[in-house]
């Protein structure tokens, strides 16, 4: 016989609740009618189809869905599977001619949640049998969610019936999460985990170029892991040897200020000649007074020999500089990626010497 599944369903997982969804731009209307989906199954959202990218929290907006309905209904029935599993059973059920009960299962559900299904494309039993259980459940008022990596319309291979029925209930995208929520998922893994996160270290990751949650989160496991294997406090300077795949350990005192002066031209376009020459302008003052920033922070160049490098300056004026950069971090967000760009170059660069 098929195992029939719990009626409350405990494929759920418990930490895929609301309270732990991040809500952002880029998943707030998706948000918003899954809430609508959960308090009101059945209802004029059916079915609800969402669709994103590999880890942009679909299956945690499915579970989510799942938690909160039964909350509301403790009774009602609940079943979360992935295509595969779905495809799975039905072939179990085909092989022990157990098809009747394969279909007292599916077809009793109060809440059907399908995660993954772009991968029944091209199966056609799979296909041929979906769509008389998304039938069945639909006339029965029944609610069905599906999630996808892509909008239906887009999915190749999936039958034409299976993808205007799919299109003819609610469709919402997931897309990448915005520097915002990116700082706010960090925030939150943060307090879950019980452990403070300097503002420097959030920003940095936040500021990163990452595709996905999932990214932003294992670029936080890498620094905490750092953090504890190393037993060193968390700061932008680990955070940004953990992502640079460097393992050089503190950095200040093995970097000269000739590589800092490099770094800076680099990043900011502009030549050496200009930032140690007399120059006034913005496009060549903010370069030289990053420079004297991060030669302090990433050298053991006193402030005569800062100002030795940056064509012969008066280390009142190296001074003057360095507390006007201190100053302006706390204010200007422009400031600290330029900062965090040039210690970060430093960073890569060690680990390629």
Known sequence: KLPLSDKNNKALNPRYVYETYIVGSSNRFAHAASL????????KFNPFFVHGGVGLGKTHLLHA????????????SVTYVSSEKFTNDLIKAIRAQGMEEFRA???????????????????????EEFFHTFNALYQSGKQVVISSDKPPKAISALAERLRSRFEGGLIA????????????????KGEEMGIRLP???????????QSNIREVEGALNRILFLAQT???RLSLDLAMEALTATATGPRRGQTSTREVLEAVVSHFAVSVKDVRGRGRTREIVLPRQVAMYVMREETAASLVEIGQALGDRDHTTVMHGIAKVERDLATDTSLRGHVMAVREALFTASGTR
């Open 173 to 188: 995208d997931v897309g990448l999460p915005d520097y915002e929520m990116r700082t706010a998922i960090l925030r939150s």
């Open 230 to 232: 190393s037993e060193r």
């Open 36 to 43: 609508s989906v959960a308090d009101h199954p059945g209802g």
């Open 65 to 76: 869905i799942g938690h909160r309905a039964l909350e509301i209904q403790p009774d009602l």
């Open 199 to 209: 503002d420097d270290v959030v920003e940095y990751v936040a500021q990163r170029d």
């Open 105 to 127: 299962r599916y077809r009793t559900i109060d809440l059907l949640m399908i995660d993954d299904i772009q991968f029944i494309a091209g199966k056609e039993s799979t296909q």
